[in-house]
């Protein structure tokens, strides 16, 4: 039997023609061909370009990406609101900055949390005073390490502590000034007693530092914050403080509390009448004296450079913003940035500082 005759087929298109296909497919003209070849040619030249159009770089995706900030205390602290005023203003830098925190162990937790992040510039930390140079000494364990473990990004601020006496009964012992506090001490051994808001507070340790340096001795009477302590001051239980600037302000300026002297190495500009401890005891042996709460951000340790100095340039920017400058006044503050090198070798100084004032101090915590 002969083969079954092959079916037609277009010319120049390879499709069968079979029965009901002639009303549905039209015959490609060689011309049409032609056309569409050239087509598909530049289609298939174009789809690369296409596909990056549409996905973006790896440089634009990581700049994309939100930037977790950890405050490593309670929410509605004066660290946490600067932290959520500072976010807010790196927006337009750096992208969407969120605010996370992370309380306990004295800041020990969020500090770790960070530590132990990818360094990818996307975790960083409010750190403190006290999570990278008082709590290294004062706890008998933490389980980062304060210098190696991060890379320091900037300081935000430096608060003022001062040292205040209760005004009625410094009157009546004669206490009018920073030398006449320690002429008193000197010829009234143990008769003087300090607050503080707990041991191992700053408080507590600029008393510790105050009294090592001026040869002088006063009991230490911790309470729990520095609210009771202030409260024991006002109603005579304690003869002096070294309290928070902010915190002590209106009842300095109502008269019930005398300033003596500012606890950092310059003046403060909310209340420039008043000495820093430094200036007013030189002849007393304190020259040398400086006890600041500071606070600054901090990335995980092996953060690349060029990140560091996109994080930095970021947040020094927000650091100078009328906003940041308001809300850090409200804690008696200025904004005090500085570049990673210079706050590196700050922090390797507060945290060798602070090691020789916990253990003068005698405070520890398990």
Do not use: C
């Amino acid at each position: 039997m002969a083969p079954a005759p092959a079916a037609p087929r277009w010319p120049a298109t390879g499709i069968e023609r079979r029965p009901g296909l002639a009303s549905r497919v039209s015959p490609v003209s060689p011309l049409k061909e032609s056309t569409l070849t050239t087509r598909r040619t530049l289609l298939a030249a174009l789809a690369p370009l296409s596909l990056a159009l549409a996905l973006p770089t790896s440089a634009h995706a990581q700049g994309s990406k939100s930037i977790r900030l950890v405050v490593p205390y309670a929410a509605g602290g004066p660290l946490d609101l600067v932290a959520r005023a500072l976010a807010e203003r790196a927006r337009d830098g750096l992208g969407t900055v969120i605010v996370e925190n992370k309380a306990g162990a004295g800041g020990n937790l969020g500090a770790d949390l960070v530590a132990k992040a990818a360094p990818d510039g996307q975790t960083l930390v409010m750190g403190a005073v006290a999570t990278h140079a008082i709590n290294p000494w004062l706890y008998a364990k933490i389980p980062y390490d304060a210098l190696k473990d991060f890379t320091p990004i900037t300081l935000v601020a430096q608060v003022p502590n001062v040292l205040v006496v209760n005004s009625e009964s410094a009157d009546k012992l004669g206490i009018r000034t920073l030398a006449d506090l320690v002429a008193y001490a000197k010829k009234n051994p143990a008769k003087l007693n300090y607050g503080s808001g707990g041991n191992g507070s700053a408080g507590h340790l600029a008393g510790e530092m105050f009294k090592s340096q001026a040869g002088v001795f006063a009991v230490h009477i911790p309470y729990a914050g520095g609210a009771p302590a202030q409260l024991a001051l006002l109603s005579g239980q304690v003869d002096l403080n070294f309290d928070n600037l902010a915190t002590a302000s209106a009842n300095i300026k109502a008269g019930k509390l005398r300033a003596l002297a500012v606890t950092g190495l310059k003046r403060s500009p909310f209340m420039p009448e008043v000495p820093t401890v430094a200036e007013a005891g030189t002849a007393l042996g304190l020259k040398d004296f400086d006890i600041t709460t500071w606070f600054g951000l901090f990335a995980p340790a092996g953060l690349p450079a060029d990140a560091t100095a996109r994080l930095h340039k970021g947040f020094a920017e927000a650091l100078g913003s009328a906003e940041i400058r308001a809300r850090l006044a409200t804690m008696m503050a200025e904004p005090a940035p500085m570049t990673p090198a210079a706050f590196a070798d700050f922090v390797r100084r507060e945290n060798a500082k602070y090691q020789q004032v916990v253990k003068l101090s005698g405070a520890k915590i398990d």
